[in-house]
């Protein structure tokens, strides 16, 4: 029994070790590398330099037999090749090239330089596996897939390097006007025609200094702020733009980059008599962020938090206020609120905003009131329900409000306009339901008083869309908006269209409407959708709405500075057909149905323009348009009466083709008197508004000096 148990464990011994030996041998025949093909094309010479045949220096295994193998370690290698521009295809002279021993590129590396043909070439190479790849010159980084070579049972092999120029960006940046490095700047470069090809900078050194952590590519690079200096607040709505570079056509390695300190903008709030509003709260908006009005009423809430971001501060007990931290290379918008005042914004300020600018002063208009009470159908007080309003007249909405143990309410600061007035009570599992609603108007600095009683009829509208075959419309397919307006209007009021989403199964629900007849549209978020109405009387069910659009046309709006031809980012777009308008933006794809459209533009610091484009023929195709803006102007003019008396408060604004800018709205002072920005230098018009966005006077925009002639009796406090 001893016996065979020896026996047994010499065998798995044995075993163990072919197994490893086997192993070993496949390990280093089968690397799969690049190999040579020298070593397999003919006879292999052993040391003292006569060749054997390949019979008889293979064994029956398929191996080198020993003498051959200890003949083959001993020849010298030789590894040679081509360096060749990835795109051209041509050979690159100049270019590092290094080889090492794979896994060990640190103790054990030879370089080489291409030729002017482009080749390089290693020579006296003992058997291994290398690792062949390209090295930087100086400011210059050849970029390439390194290459795994293995010379072993080869005597020569032949790889080609595939490279792609790259440029190193680094400079340094220092106060603008000055010599003083800024230290501590987070800094990365983006590629204009792919933002995702971003490269970091790092911080800057005490000197000031930067540079990339790899190569950039040739094209036009921004290079940006990625955030605040270390200890200190800025403004950080976006990553701020330092420079704008091309990356091959120039030297890009001693950059020179100013960097403006964050400014201060101090100012004013008054009232409309002169007296100052304590406690107003004023803020600093970047003007693409400040012009941004989501039309859809759905959206409300969203602008409202848009709003509230920024550098904000209030005004002390003489209506005095400073703005810190204010970035110096982009438009402002400061936007007041004051609690009995109309939400207000200025026109875009342009910067810089250095300590002895002077001071910015803001007129704020009293606003109106709306007083009431909620009562149920029993006619008792309904506690904690929540009142809100919708307008298609003014930008700021007030703060919704709660219901007291009376059941009373009151919203304030109210801009002059039409209002539609909601009241909600909770319902488990859902947003709300619409107990009550009422249509009222506002006049300047008045209130009104209202009464929301649930028992009044309430009536819905529901229904679903269908295509063409009758199949619901998938959310994937279309995102679909059905628009409602009422065909009885009260006394007094006029037609403001509304709209609700259709849901995911196709369908919608319309509620809180008084009872009547109403004409509903069915439209997506493209301009130019075929718009047939339907006349329905509320309350209905089961309304069927079929839709049926073609393919799209996509405009893209680029802007460019006619003076200087460089792009201008930034700016939003306002499509028009008929009387329904689409917001979209500058350097943003929209969606739009064939057809013919104005197309009005609004970028911050230049005057508006507006183009008339004809997409018909550009179904499911790209449709560009450029557009270069002019330097505008300013005018100064006076609002009067009929007797030629001043009046205030009056909005004024600039208007093209019966279109006005709300980019562009000032109002008049105590002395009638208003000062405009950004005025076309050709063409366009000056309007006066009502509360209610009526157009009251117009007049051609020529000279530097305009009259408006209201009818008497307007103010718009």
Same mark, same amino acid.
């Given at each position: 029994?001893?016996?065979?148990?020896?026996?047994?464990?010499?065998?798995?011994?044995?075993?163990?070790?072919?197994?490893?030996?086997?192993?070993?041998?496949?390990?280093?025949?089968?690397?799969?590398?690049?190999?040579?093909?020298?070593?397999?094309?003919?006879?292999?010479?052993?040391?003292?330099?006569?060749?054997?045949?390949?019979?008889?220096?293979?064994?029956?295994?398929?191996?080198?037999?020993?003498?051959?193998?200890?003949?083959?370690?001993?020849?010298?290698?030789?590894?040679?090749?081509?360096?060749?521009?990835?795109?051209?295809?041509?050979?690159?002279?100049?270019?590092?090239?290094?080889?090492?021993?794979?896994?060990?590129?640190?103790?054990?590396?030879?370089?080489?330089?291409?030729?002017?043909?482009?080749?390089?070439?290693?020579?006296?190479?003992?058997?291994?596996?290398?690792?062949?790849?390209?090295?930087?010159?100086?400011?210059?980084?050849?970029?390439?897939?390194?290459?795994?070579?293995?010379?072993?049972?080869?005597?020569?092999?032949?790889?080609?390097?595939?490279?792609?120029?790259?440029?190193?960006?680094?400079?340094?940046?220092?106060?603008?006007?000055?010599?003083?490095?800024?230290?501590?700047?987070?800094?990365?470069?983006?590629?204009?025609?792919?933002?995702?090809?971003?490269?970091?900078?790092?911080?800057?050194?005490?000197?000031?200094?930067?540079?990339?952590?790899?190569?950039?590519?040739?094209?036009?690079?921004?290079?940006?702020?990625?955030?605040?200096?270390?200890?200190?607040?800025?403004?950080?709505?976006?990553?701020?733009?330092?420079?704008?570079?091309?990356?091959?056509?120039?030297?890009?390695?001693?950059?020179?980059?100013?960097?403006?300190?964050? +400014?201060?903008?101090? !100012? &004013?709030? $008054? *009232?409309?008599? %002169?007296? =100052?509003?304590?406690? @107003? /709260? #004023?803020?600093?908006?970047?003007?693409?962020?400040?012009?941004?009005?989501?039309?859809?009423?759905?959206?409300?809430?969203?602008?409202?938090?848009?709003?509230?971001?920024?550098?904000?501060?209030?005004?002390?007990?003489?209506?005095?206020?400073?703005?810190?931290?204010?970035?110096?290379?982009?438009?402002?918008?400061?936007?007041?609120?004051?609690?009995?005042?109309?939400?207000?914004?200025?026109?875009?300020?342009?910067?810089?905003?250095?300590?002895?600018?002077?001071?910015?002063?803001?007129?704020?208009?009293?606003? +109106?009131?709306?007083? !009431? &009470?909620? $009562? *149920?159908?029993? %006619?008792? =007080?309904?506690?904690? @329900? /929540? #009142?809100?309003?919708?307008?298609?007249?003014?930008?700021?909405?007030?703060?919704?409000?709660?219901?007291?143990?009376?059941?009373?309410?009151?919203?304030?600061?109210?801009?002059?306009?039409?209002?539609?007035?909601?009241?909600?009570?909770?319902?488990?599992?859902?947003?709300?339901?619409?107990?009550?609603?009422?249509?009222?108007?506002?006049?300047?600095?008045?209130?009104?008083?209202?009464?929301?009683?649930?028992?009044?009829?309430?009536?819905?509208?529901?229904?679903?869309?269908?295509?063409?075959?009758?199949?619901?419309?998938?959310?994937?397919?279309?995102? $679909?908006?059905?628009?409602?307006?009422?065909?009885?209007?009260?006394?007094?009021?006029?037609?403001?269209?509304?709209?609700?989403?259709?849901?995911?199964?196709?369908?919608?629900?319309?509620?809180?409407?008084?009872?009547?007849?109403?004409?509903?549209?069915?439209?997506?978020?493209?301009?130019?959708?075929?718009?047939?109405?339907?006349?329905?009387?509320?309350?209905?069910?089961?309304?069927?709405?079929?839709?049926?659009?073609?393919?799209?046309?996509?405009?893209?709006?680029?802007?460019?500075?006619?003076?200087?031809?460089?792009?201008?980012?930034?700016?939003?777009?306002?499509?028009?057909?008929?009387?329904?308008?689409?917001?979209?933006?500058?350097?943003?794809?929209?969606?739009?149905?064939?057809?013919?459209?104005?197309?009005?533009?609004?970028?911050?610091?230049?005057?508006?323009?507006?183009?008339?484009?004809?997409?018909?023929?550009?179904?499911?195709?790209?449709?560009?348009?450029?557009?270069?803006?002019?330097?505008?102007?300013?005018?100064?003019?006076?609002?009067?009466?009929?007797?030629?008396?001043?009046?205030?408060?009056?909005?004024?604004?600039?208007?093209?083709?019966?279109?006005?800018?709300?980019?562009?709205?000032?109002?008049?002072?105590?002395?009638?008197?208003?000062?405009?920005?950004?005025?076309?230098?050709?063409?366009?018009?000056?309007?006066?508004?009502?509360?209610?966005?009526?157009?009251?006077?117009?007049?051609?925009?020529?000279?530097?000096?305009?009259?408006?002639?209201?009818?008497?009796?307007?103010?718009?406090?």
């Amino acid at each position: 029994m001893k016996r065979f148990g020896l026996i047994l464990i010499i065998v798995v011994l044995a075993i163990t070790a072919g197994i490893g030996i086997w192993t070993l041998t496949r390990d280093l025949d089968d690397t799969p590398v690049v190999h040579g093909n020298t070593a397999r094309s003919g006879p292999i010479e052993d040391a003292g330099g006569a060749p054997e045949s390949n019979a008889s220096s293979i064994s029956e295994s398929g191996s080198l037999n020993e003498p051959v193998r200890r003949a083959a370690e001993s020849v010298d290698r030789v590894l040679t090749g081509r360096v060749i521009d990835r795109e051209s295809g041509e050979p690159m002279a100049g270019v590092p090239v290094r080889l090492s021993v794979n896994n060990d590129a640190v103790n054990h590396p030879r370089d080489a330089v291409s030729e002017s043909d482009g080749s390089y070439r290693f020579e006296d190479l003992p058997p291994a596996r290398y690792r062949l790849d390209t090295l930087p010159l100086g400011d210059v980084e050849f970029a390439c897939e390194p290459a795994g070579v293995e010379l072993i049972d080869e005597v020569a092999c032949e790889v080609d390097l595939r490279v792609e120029q790259r440029w190193f960006l680094a400079g340094a940046v220092i106060e603008e006007g000055g010599s003083r490095p800024v230290a501590g700047l987070q800094l990365h470069a983006e590629r204009d025609d792919d933002k995702r090809a971003c490269v970091g900078l790092g911080p800057t050194d005490q000197e000031g200094r930067f540079r990339s952590a790899r190569g950039c590519a040739a094209g036009w690079w921004t290079i940006r702020q990625s955030s605040g200096l270390m200890g200190l607040q800025h403004f950080t709505q976006r990553s701020r733009e330092l420079a704008h570079i091309h990356v091959g056509s120039g030297d890009v390695a001693h950059l020179r980059i100013e960097f403006a300190w964050s +400014g201060v903008l101090r !100012g &004013r709030v $008054l *009232d409309f008599d %002169g007296l =100052p509003v304590e406690g @107003a /709260t #004023v803020r600093a908006l970047g003007a693409d962020a400040a012009g941004l009005r989501e039309p859809q009423l759905r959206y409300w809430w969203l602008y409202r938090r848009t709003a509230t971001t920024g550098v904000v501060t209030r005004t002390d007990g003489n209506g005095r206020f400073a703005l810190r931290h204010l970035p110096n290379d982009r438009d402002l918008v400061v936007v007041t609120a004051a609690e009995g005042f109309v939400t207000t914004p200025t026109a875009p300020l342009t910067p810089p905003f250095p300590w002895d600018r002077p001071e910015v002063e803001i007129r704020l208009p009293r606003g +109106g009131q709306i007083i !009431g &009470r909620v $009562l *149920d159908d029993a %006619g008792n =007080p309904l506690i904690q @329900a /929540t #009142v809100f309003t919708t307008s298609n007249d003014v930008d700021y909405q007030p703060d919704p409000c709660g219901t007291d143990e009376s059941g009373a309410f009151t919203l304030e600061g109210l801009a002059p306009g039409q209002y539609q007035v909601f009241a909600q009570v909770e319902v488990p599992g859902a947003l709300g339901r619409t107990i009550a609603s009422q249509s009222v108007i506002v006049e300047p600095g008045q209130a009104v008083e209202i009464l929301l009683r649930a028992g009044a009829e309430l009536a819905a509208i529901v229904g679903r869309v269908h295509d063409q075959n009758d199949r619901p419309i998938a959310p994937e397919r279309e995102s $679909l908006w059905v628009r409602y307006e009422t065909l009885e209007p009260p006394p007094g009021s006029r037609v403001s269209p509304r709209e609700v989403a259709v849901a995911e199964d196709g369908r919608f629900e319309i509620n809180g409407l008084v009872p009547g007849p109403y004409r509903l549209f069915l439209l997506s978020r493209m301009a130019g959708d075929p718009l047939v109405p339907v006349i329905v009387e509320a309350p209905a069910e089961d309304v069927v709405l079929t839709w049926s659009a073609p393919p799209p046309a996509v405009l893209m709006v680029s802007v460019t500075d006619a003076r200087t031809a460089e792009p201008i980012r930034g700016g939003s777009l306002s499509i028009l057909w008929g009387d329904i308008s689409l917001t979209a933006y500058v350097g943003l794809p929209a969606a739009v149905r064939t057809g013919e459209y104005d197309v009005f533009v609004s970028v911050p610091g230049y005057p508006p323009e507006m183009r008339h484009v004809d997409l018909r023929g550009y179904a499911g195709q790209m449709y560009p348009l450029e557009i270069q803006l002019q330097e505008g102007r300013s005018i100064t003019g006076i609002v009067v009466d009929g007797e030629g008396l001043p009046v205030k408060g009056i909005a004024v604004a600039v208007m093209l083709k019966q279109h006005w800018f709300s980019s562009t709205l000032v109002y008049s002072g105590n002395d009638g008197r208003f000062k405009i920005d950004f005025v076309p230098r050709v063409g366009g018009k000056l309007c006066a508004l009502s509360a209610q966005r009526r157009n009251l006077a117009e007049v051609d925009i020529s000279g530097d000096e305009v009259i408006l002639i209201v009818p008497s009796g307007s103010d718009g406090q």
